[in-house]
Nanobody
Framework: QVQLVESGGGLVQAGGSLRLSCAASGSIFRISAMGWYRQAPGKQRELVAQITNGRSPNYADFVKGRFTISRDNAKNTVYLQMNSLKPEDTAIYYC?????????????WGQGTQVTVSS
């Protein structure tokens, strides 16, 4: 089991910045990927950015050049630096951690943090 605690959402004007954090605890030795998803009202949850062990970060096209994902392995924490925010970035942002073992893969989700960008 992995427990996730998110922080850092809020209200910001268009063009502003926010930084999200997600701290993992529990069975962290099995973590194979950490990332962020978001879900806007009436829309499906979508991938924003993800770091998979041993690979370069993966970003959705709509955040390339504006958002940066990073990971502090010593703190078991993943961050999402969001710059040049747009009103369409408004959504609930969810931290995701994937664990992989010899026989199964599991996804864990944070509680979600609201990001609201005003025009």
């Amino acid at each position: 089991q992995v427990q996730l605690v998110e922080s850092g959402g809020g209200l910001v004007q268009a063009g502003g910045s926010l930084r999200l954090s997600c701290a993992a605890s529990g069975s962290i030795f099995r973590i194979s990927a950490m990332g962020w998803y978001r879900q806007a009202p009436g829309k499906q949850r979508e991938l924003v950015a993800q770091i998979t062990n041993g690979r370069s970060p993966n970003y959705a096209d709509f955040v390339k050049g504006r958002f940066t994902i990073s990971r502090d392995n010593a703190k078991n924490t993943v961050y999402l630096q969001m710059n040049s925010l747009k009103p369409e970035d408004t959504a609930i942002y969810y931290c995701n951690v994937r664990t992989s073992g010899p026989y199964r893969t599991d996804d864990y989700w944070g509680q979600g943090t609201q990001v609201t960008v005003s025009s």
